[in-house]
């Protein structure tokens, strides 16, 4: 016998009055019109005017960000903490999405759910949107039954890793995206003000200050290569992403390199241990075995060299080695962090240590970013007062050799 095919749900948009005559909208999921009707005046609900929503989407805004992930796992946590079933508890956070992609994963997570999967399982199945990590600590909350408190966990994890993200983010584009600028208007004054002093020089029929000729002759390149020097700016990003992407070998090398960088290589080896420690305090304390936390925490580091170095550990922790002592061979870790680890290990509170470390290095980025950035503003500015006063300055040194001849 043929399996029948489960009715097709559509998302309805409608608007009505309640009891008191106030006028409300909102939007229903139901398999037709009819049932959006009835199912609103099972609610009080008098419907004005209800339309099926389209499912053309440009896109725009549409990708699962963690703070979607985040989000949905309080709004989750909470509801189960108040005793509502999972799948109902999924049907409510559906109802209040605004992404058609959100809303498409938790549907399928409702599907499977209601069909006796567990959530870890379901979870699993969409690896792009949650981690080894995430899936681990919904096994472990499922099996000890204290899932709301697993799912709070990695509410706060995702915070604390975004926060953290979000200052390396400021560190480094800031100085990158007002160097651009200063570049654009460097190229914009050299193909279409420059040229105009140019043919003003022409009549002045003496040589020219080296300085200046040797803008003028910049000018002339950019005016006749411009596209080629842009066209090669543009090229060099592509390819360092390309290479990123299809050669193992070309981005660890890219990560060694940005870790030895003055100043921003400090930020980074700091942000790593930060990562590193926070997801294995968050995983063992959860109840995963340290060779799977080990796995998560390499993967959440953000850096190639980082990530082969706990893939080192985590074969020498599964053989039987101290944390500590691996940790050393790494030599990638402060001796702080080491020394608070072995205390973790000797005393049974090897999670209680590294939330410590989390804590101090977390402090320390965002103690650096501030630092950063008070110093890069007047140093940025510096550098593009120097940029284009220098083309101005060009410029205007033949007027002020003329001056002083007459």
């Known amino acids: 016998m043929a399996a029948t095919k489960p009715p097709k749900i559509h998302l309805f948009h409608w608007e009505g009055t309640n009891a008191r005559r106030e006028k409300i909208k909102g939007e229903i999921e139901a398999e037709d019109i009819n049932l959006v009707r009835a199912k609103l005046r099972e609610q009080g609900i008098s419907p004005k005017r209800i339309r099926k929503k389209s499912n053309f989407s440009l896109g725009l805004g549409e990708k699962i960000t963690a703070r979607d992930i985040t989000l949905f796992s309080r709004q989750l946590a909470t509801m189960i903490k108040a005793g509502v079933p999972v799948v109902q508890a999924l049907t409510i956070t559906i109802e209040g999405q605004t992404k058609k992609k959100m809303r498409n994963l938790l549907m399928d997570l409702r599907d499977q759910v209601s069909a006796g999967t567990p ?35 990695v509410a706060l994890y995702k915070e604390r890793m975004e926060s953290l993200k979000n200052k390396i983010k400021k560190a480094l584009y800031y100085p990158v995206f007002v ?3 200063g570049m654009g208007v460097s190229a914009l004054l050299l193909v279409k003000v420059v ?13 020219l200050p080296a300085f200046t000729q040797m803008v003028v002759n910049l000018s002339r390149f950019m005016q006749e290569w411009w596209w080629l020097v842009f066209g090669a700016l543009i090229g060099l990003v592509y390819l360092v992403n390309f290479m990123k992407k299809r050669s193992e070998a070309f981005a660890y090398r890219l990560s060694k390199f940005t870790l030895r960088l003055p100043i921003v290589g400090q930020l980074l080896h700091k942000s790593a241990v930060a990562r590193f420690s926070r997801t294995l305090a968050t995983s063992f304390s959860a109840g ?26 985590k074969d020498d922790v599964a053989t039987g080695q101290q944390l500590n002592f691996s940790m050393r061979q790494a030599r990638l870790f402060p001796t702080m962090v080491n020394q608070m680890v072995a205390i973790g290990e000797e005393s049974g509170a090897l999670d209680t240590m590294l939330m410590k470390v989390a804590d101090f290095f977390e402090e320390e980025v965002n103690t650096m970013v ?6 890069l503003e007047p140093l940025v500015i510096a550098v593009l007062g120097v940029i284009v ?18």
Not at 370 to 375: A, E, G, K, P, Q
């Open 119 to 153: 959530v870890a399982q379901a979870l699993r199945r969409h690896p792009k949107v949650f981690d080894d990590l995430f899936c681990s600590l919904v096994e472990a909350g499922e099996a000890s039954g204290t899932l709301e408190d697993m799912l709070e966990r």
């Open 179 to 181: 160097l651009i600028i």
């Open 195 to 207: 040229p105009e002093f140019e043919k003003m020089f022409a009549g002045f029929g003496a040589e």
């Open 288 to 313: 995963v075995p340290l060779v799977d936390a080990l796995d998560s925490a390499g993967s959440s580091t953000g850096n190639l060299v980082y990530r082969g170095a706990v893939t080192r550990m």
């Open 370 to 375: 501030d630092s950063m950035t008070s110093l």
């Open 389 to 406: 006063g220098g083309l101005v300055i060009a410029m205007y040194l033949p007027i002020f050799q003329m001056g002083s001849i007459m």
